[in-house]
């Protein structure tokens, strides 16, 4: 391992300390599934993404704390963010990955980066019993969609911003990967994701969520191009809209800090 650099960003803000952040490391070469469980574990970030070239592409794969996830939306954008910015690729040139949940292709637009994901599937399901005991509301629809993420549907904002969701009850009932949503106030719609399943309570802000979110408010709202607010604590801002069977998701992104490890033999391990 040459490259033993490490940046962390905030990825769908446009300030530091807001959105998601998501670590990123760029090698010649991924290591080992086992060094970068770990390493994504030292970060302690929701996703820590380790990104090497591949022919024309490269390949990308996340790490929670604790396991290894197909997808993630905001260390996507994060890495495509500091490939930009370092110069490793020229801002009219678009960015492919290779990821365990799909192909994915990214741009450079002036108001943000531009990413082309998978749609998911949604099928509706009953509300699990005593769902408004775990979150504090009850949902006007329940779906279960792809990578066992099940979405709930509210009334109104105020259910969203209100929830007080048990993590423990949510992972011992099967709601251990959950997105709540509802009309918004200000932006299109919004919404919160809950993923203590995979070692992160609540996660900042959640691209991978709006392949599921944009076919539904869409459906919903009947417009071509939809403002989301995740409205976490640190507060996200995401533009989304249809492509085919695709969902295109803008956002932008701020590097915090880049830092370099000083551990010896880390490609052994």
């Known amino acids: ?139 006007v629809e329940f779906y279960l969609t792809d990578y066992n993420w099940v979405l709930a549907v509210a009334n109104s904002q105020n259910e969203i911003a209100q929830s007080k969701p048990n993590f423990e009850s949510l992972k011992a009932n099967g709601l251990g990967r959950l997105i709540i949503t509802a009309k918004g106030d200000e932006a299109d719609f919004v919404c919160r994701c809950f993923v203590p399943a ?16 944009t076919p539904l408010w869409t459906d919903r709202l009947g417009e071509k191009e939809m403002t989301s607010h995740q409205i976490s604590k640190r507060k996200g801002e995401l533009k989304v809209s249809m492509l085919g069977n695709n969902v295109k998701i803008k956002g932008q992104a701020v590097t915090v800090f880049e830092a370099q490890l000083k551990i010896r033999n880390t490609s052994s391990i």
Request: aromatic residues 10%; hydrophobic residues 35%.
């Open 1 to 139: 391992m040459e490259n033993k650099t490490i940046y962390q960003i905030d990825a769908f803000t446009d300030q530091a300390f807001k959105g998601n952040p998501a670590g990123v490391m760029i090698l010649d070469k991924l290591p080992s599934t086992e060094w970068m469980q770990q390493m994504a574990m030292e970060m302690n970030l929701s996703e820590t993404a380790f990104v090497a070239p591949n022919g024309d592409g490269f390949d990308i794969r996340y790490y929670t704390p604790s396991v290894e996830i197909p997808l993630c939306g905001h260390a996507t954008l994060a890495s495509a963010h500091i490939m930009y910015q370092i110069g490793l690729k020229e801002s009219t040139e678009s960015i492919h990955f290779n990821s365990k949940g799909g192909d994915l292709n990214i741009s450079k637009e002036e108001d943000g980066l531009v990413m082309i994901f998978p749609k998911y599937s949604l099928t509706p399901i009953d509300t699990p019993d005593n769902f408004k005991e775990y979150l504090g509301f009850e949902p």
């Open 198 to 213: 995979m070692g992160v309570n609540e996660d900042p802000v959640t691209g991978s969520a709006h392949c599921a979110l």
